[in-house]
């Protein structure tokens, strides 16, 4: 059973960072389904939207979120087992609980179908205020 843990979450003013981070219980190699790795995020009242997505493959493509280009960075380490998301810049309208996610294959075009991972961590929350 695959178990993933979000940490690093916190309260921030607008215009700061923050990085949090999400480990995965077991080797992410020895999972066959565990290509994309991605973050999604959900206000109160809002719908859960996809934030960024990696593949943990060597090239790293990855995919973002119009609202956190050049903002936000994806990044992950397979030695580490651990996903992180770099927030810069950060806006009141970013506060939600962050998500990492885990799913056998991503592409441009469906990195954001939330019913595609198969494994979802608790989430860590994130509030930027103004």
């Known amino acids: 059973q695959v178990q993933l843990v979000e940490s690093g979450g916190g309260s921030v003013q607008a215009g700061g960072s923050l990085r949090i981070s999400c480990a995965a219980s077991v080797d992410i190699r020895s999972i066959s389904s565990s290509d994309c790795m991605g973050w999604f995020r959900q206000a109160p009242g809002k719908e859960r939207e996809g934030v960024a997505a990696i593949h943990t493959d060597t090239k790293s493509t990855s995919y973002y979120a119009d609202s956190v280009k050049g903002r936000f960075t994806i990044s992950r380490d397979i030695a580490k087992n651990t996903l992180y998301l770099q927030m810069n810049s950060l806006k009141p309208e970013d506060t939600a609980m962050y998500y990492c996610?885990?799913?056998?294959?991503?592409?441009?075009?469906?990195?954001?179908?939330?019913?595609?991972?198969?494994?979802w961590g608790q989430g860590t929350q994130v509030t930027v205020s103004s």
């Open positions: 996610a885990l799913r056998a294959f991503c592409s441009r075009s469906s990195w954001t179908t939330i019913t595609a991972y198969n494994y």
